[in-house]
């Protein structure tokens, strides 16, 4: 009770590799740069290209908005921390950091729900995908993908914003975490994971299971093709989002799932630096390697502007 309320704190970022900053700050900067220009790329690729009008692009759109959305949420701050050697952050700047990581984390997990309906639906229901899959259905579903993402915030920062932080105020951590956050407070929080644990099971656990079935229910399907070149043509519609998937989840669960005892501080920021940066750094790329339709709209969007000029 005597202890001095503090009002901010000291993010680290990465202390223990400073010789490298300057070269983690250009190389952070440049991944930084492309995944804004790759990722608004495809949402006005999407939106000016009639090629790209199908319900698949346009769940592709609103999952680049949550990339960005949850790589502009972090890496600004990370970097100042790279080149000043650290960063200060007031109590409720980390728990606004804390809301869009919980909202942009949250609409990923269900877009990519979304999407694995979609390959199942064109897939496993042909003839009753265009009825079912229109245009109301994709804004009604991507609607609540970012709606659903608002109920676990508002439940976490009501709960975090009434602990108290009584120092240090030093944070090792490039951002405020969920769990290097509890950590830092001298309030009993047993009751938030409670709460975090109830929240994550119908936001993180039943999509992956769901999506697991969807593929499940895909691959049967696409093995009972007796063509080989329609085997092929069904399974590359849907290869781009199960490696996004795998590589989104599989870090998920590495960083938040897994066992953190023994597990020191540098191995958290390496795996949380692979979901915040890697994947909304990969995920247009995958597509766009990966997707002739893209390929083709690219092309056909720059030569009209061109000619424009």
Same mark, same amino acid.
């Given at each position: 009770m005597n202890q001095t309320e @503090?009002?901010?704190?000291?993010? $680290?970022?990465?202390?223990? @590799?400073? &010789? /490298?900053?300057?070269?983690? /700050?250009?190389?952070? !900067?440049?991944?930084?740069?492309?995944? !804004? &220009?790759?990722? !608004?790329? @495809? &949402?006005?690729?999407?939106?000016?290209? #009639?090629?790209?009008?199908?319900?698949?692009?346009?769940? $592709? #759109?609103?999952?680049?908005? #949550?990339? &960005? $959305?949850?790589?502009?949420?972090?890496?600004?701050?990370?970097?100042?921390?790279?080149?000043t050697g650290g960063h200060h952050i007031s109590i409720n700047g980390c728990l606004t950091q804390l809301g869009f990581h919980c909202i942009s984390s949250g609409a990923e997990c269900l877009l990519l729900t979304a999407m694995s309906y979609d390959r199942y639906l064109a897939i496993c229901d042909p003839l009753h995908y265009i009825s079912i899959m229109d245009h109301r259905c994709c804004l009604l579903m991507a609607l609540c993908s970012w709606l659903l993402a608002f109920l676990p915030l508002t439940v976490i920062i009501l709960l975090v914003s009434n602990l108290h932080f009584c120092g240090p105020n030093v944070f090792d951590h490039y951002f405020c975490d969920f769990g290097p956050l509890l950590e830092m407070s001298c309030s009993e929080y047993t009751v938030i994971l409670f709460v975090d644990f109830a929240l994550a099971t119908p936001y993180v656990l039943f999509p992956f299971l769901f999506i697991i079935f969807t593929y499940i229910s895909i691959c049967i399907t696409i093995l009972s093709i007796s063509s080989t070149t329609g085997r092929q043509k069904a399974f590359s519609t849907c290869s781009s989002h199960l490696a996004v998937v795998s590589m989104y989840y599989g870090t998920i669960i590495a960083v938040y799932m897994a066992p953190s005892k023994g597990q020191s501080i540098n191995v958290n920021k390496i795996m949380s630096l692979l979901y915040t940066m890697g994947t909304p750094f990969l995920n247009p790329i995958i597509y766009s390697l990966r997707n002739e339709e893209i390929k083709k709209a690219f092309v056909k969007w720059t030569s009209i502007h061109s000619k424009r000029h």
């Open positions: @503090i009002r901010e704190f000291l993010l $680290l970022g990465f202390q223990n @590799i400073q &010789i /490298f900053n300057r070269v983690l /700050f250009v190389l952070f !900067l440049l991944i930084y740069i492309l995944t !804004l &220009i790759s990722n !608004l790329l @495809i &949402i006005i690729l999407v939106a000016k290209v #009639s090629n790209l009008k199908s319900p698949m692009y346009f769940f $592709l #759109s609103q999952l680049s908005l #949550s990339d &960005i $959305l949850l790589t502009t949420n972090i890496t600004p701050n990370m970097l100042q921390c790279l080149i």
